[in-house]
């Protein structure tokens, strides 16, 4: 079955640091991934999709995730964190093409210090 | 246009009795699926439906139960409800059914059962 496995449940960055939020699947075929952030009280937005081509994919508010077959992971990156992309942020991957199912990552508490 | 819209959007009820959860996708959406968000389990999927159809179901009690109407706004209902169902229900349009339709989240239903 499809997995997802998000290895760090909290992650402190400065403002105006460097962020990586890691992503491993399991998938037996070319996995459809994603990454998703909810902020408090809130639903989900999408920041991110892979479904083929360029392994390096760009998103909104400035992230962007690399796809790496050999490694099984897709992890969410940003240059410079802002202190309003404190949040939770999820990593997902659809069960199969044919339907809408996502499985999803246990998620990624990111945490902005001044 | 509008996004996806939930009702309501906090809920209490007591053990036993039933709910029903209501979901309004983006205008021309024909897919919508529904999922449970608990600190524990984090995001579960239930159903997905599809031009009134369900197309996929996740691994919950019959207790849950949903359903699509013509107009695409869909319907979950929990009845007997249980302690274990307090969560965040969330549920998620898109264009299309399948990996390439671009899944859009509502707010959430809060349930609270007591």
């Known amino acids: 079955a499809q997995s997802v496995t998000q290895p760090d449940i909290h992650i402190t960055v400065s403002e105006g640091a460097s962020l990586e939020l890691r992503c491993n699947y399991s998938?037996?075929?070319?996995?459809?991934l994603f990454w998703y952030v909810q902020s408090p009280g809130q639903g989900l937005q999408l920041l991110l999709k892979?479904?083929?081509?360029?392994?390096l994919v760009q998103g909104i508010k400035g992230f962007e995730a690399e796809f790496k077959r050999s490694q099984s992971s897709f992890n969410l990156r940003k240059p410079s964190v802002h202190w309003s992309d404190a949040a939770e942020y999820f990593c997902?991957?659809?069960?199969?093409?044919?339907?809408?199912?996502?499985?999803f990552g246990k998620g990624t508490m990111l945490l902005v210090s001044p | 246009k509008a996004g996806v819209t939930q009702t309501p959007r906090y809920l209490i009820k007591t053990r036993g009795q039933q709910v029903t959860l209501s979901c309004s996708p983006i205008?021309?959406?024909?897919?919508v699926s529904w999922y449970q968000q608990t600190p524990g389990q984090g995001l579960q999927f239930l159903f997905e439906?599809?031009?009134?159809?369900?197309?996929n179901k996740g691994n919950f009690p019959g207790r849950f139960s949903g359903r699509q109407f013509s107009n695409s706004r869909s319907e979950m209902n929990v009845s007997t409800l249980e302690l274990g169902d307090s969560a965040l229900y969330l549920c998620?349009?898109?264009?299309?059914?399948?990996?390439?339709?671009?899944?859009?989240f509502g707010p959430g239903t809060r349930l609270t059962v007591t």
């Open positions: 205008s021309g959406h024909r897919s």
């Open positions: 998620a349009s898109s264009l299309v059914s399948g990996g390439r339709g671009e899944q859009y």
């Open positions: 997902a991957v659809l069960v199969s093409p044919g339907y809408s199912t996502l499985t």
């Open positions: 892979y479904f083929s081509g360029d392994t």
């Open positions: 998938y037996g075929a070319t996995p459809y």
């Open positions: 439906y599809f031009s009134e159809t369900q197309r």
